[in-house]
């Protein structure tokens, strides 16, 4: 079972504001159009989960997946796909020229239709896998 450390201050309020307005910006910024290898998205999410340990004061070897629930946070690999995701769905929308990468990847749209469910907005796709994750973190309770 989880055990949550629920003795958040001020300070820590702040600082989850603060990584939420200007660190996720950074650590997301053109994540959809690139191009990065599972090991990759895996150190990111060490990154990710890093920030919510030295927040909350959490050991190295703790695990942040519910505090990530409670706290109504993505787990960095399904940001990953939710930008991901955005990208390809929305370059169809913009010009021509983006068709031709859109059929490159259009698989990967597939692969989300199916582990998420379709969704057609950028709000609807974070719906989709907020819900994906809460239904596998609960699961796992």
Same mark, same amino acid.
């Given at each position: 079972?989880?055990?949550?450390?629920?003795?958040? @201050?001020?300070? %820590?309020? &702040?600082? @989850?504001?603060? *990584?939420? *307005?200007?660190?996720?910006?950074?650590? $997301?910024? !053109?994540?959809?159009?690139? &191009?990065?290898?599972? %090991? %990759?998205?895996? @150190?990111?999410?060490? $990154?990710?989960?890093? !920030?919510?340990? =030295?927040?909350?004061?959490?050991? *190295?070897?703790?695990?942040? +997946? !519910?505090? %990530?629930?409670? $706290?109504? &946070?993505?787990?960095?690999?399904?940001?990953?796909?939710?930008?991901?995701?955005?990208?390809?769905?929305?370059?169809? =929308?913009?010009? /021509? *020229?983006?068709?031709?990468?859109? +059929?490159?990847?259009?698989?990967?749209?597939?692969?989300? /239709?199916?582990?998420?469910?379709?969704?057609?907005? =950028? &709000?609807?796709? +974070?719906?989709?896998?907020?819900? #994906?994750? #809460?239904?596998?973190?609960?699961?796992? $309770?």
């Amino acid at each position: 079972m989880y055990e949550v450390h629920v003795s958040a @201050t001020a300070n %820590q309020s &702040e600082v @989850t504001d603060f *990584r939420n *307005r200007h660190l996720t910006r950074l650590l $997301c910024y !053109c994540l959809g159009a690139l &191009e990065l290898s599972s %090991q %990759q998205v895996k @150190t990111l999410a060490v $990154c990710w989960n890093d !920030c919510f340990r =030295r927040i909350f004061g959490f050991k *190295r070897f703790e695990s942040v +997946k !519910c505090l %990530q629930f409670y $706290c109504n &946070e993505l787990p960095f690999t399904y940001m990953f796909d939710f930008y991901k995701w955005n990208f390809l769905s929305s370059i169809t =929308r913009i010009h /021509n *020229r983006f068709v031709i990468l859109y +059929k490159i990847n259009r698989h990967i749209v597939s692969d989300f /239709n199916n582990k998420y469910g379709v969704a057609s907005s =950028r &709000e609807r796709i +974070k719906s989709v896998e907020h819900e #994906h994750f #809460h239904h596998h973190f609960l699961s796992a $309770c």
